[in-house]
């Protein structure tokens, strides 16, 4: 995913390579964000890759594991700062921003308006990425979020989420 420079410490988004690392790494997530956003409704343009994720411990060394192999570091604070994000550290912390050689990744606990991660889980859409299977939050969780952050593209991409919610009941209505 293309996106321009606007004075960000963001390095081009490359998606799919983001997303192959994390399933290969056995990482159990879920795409919120305007990533999901993209997958669920209408293409827009997004700087980094929000993920919410299983907090069980193998799970966070799996994800610290992956995390480590990218390379990543902390966005936003000076370079020197000491930082290895493993399982140790993701289990103190409830956000991170972080930035990797292929993209901004954001990793949510429980972002506002989700319903916490077991139901956003279980509620989410299975998404084929180029051949990668992810889980991407639902329509509704993600109107949800969306309505609990606020910010004006939450609020444009509740418009398109809201649309696309509609045609798929609509869809469902016809086939039933």
Do not use: C
Not at 19 to 41: K, P, S
């Amino acid at each position: 995913m293309n996106v321009p420079e606007r004075g960000w410490d963001y390095p081009e988004l490359h998606l799919r390579v983001l997303l192959r690392r994390l399933t290969e790494g056995g990482v159990d997530f879920v795409v919120i964000g305007g990533v999901a956003v993209i997958f669920q409704a209408s293409p827009r343009l997004t700087k980094d890759l929000d993920i919410s994720y299983d907090l069980a411990q193998e799970n966070l060394d799996r994800l610290g594991a992956v995390l480590v192999d990218l390379g990543a570091k902390l966005r936003a604070v000076e370079k020197d700062l000491p930082f290895v994000p493993d399982g140790r550290t993701l289990r103190q912390t409830e956000i991170l921003t972080l930035t990797t050689p292929d993209g901004g990744i954001d990793l949510l606990v429980k972002p506002d308006g989700s319903p916490g991660y077991a139901a956003l889980r279980r509620r989410a859409s299975h998404i084929d990425v180029e051949g990668i299977m992810v889980r991407v939050a639902s329509i509704d969780d993600l109107i949800a979020m969306k309505r609990a952050a606020g910010r004006p593209q939450d609020l444009v991409d509740i418009e398109s989420l809201e649309i696309a919610r509609r045609r798929t009941r609509s869809r469902r209505g016809a086939s039933g």
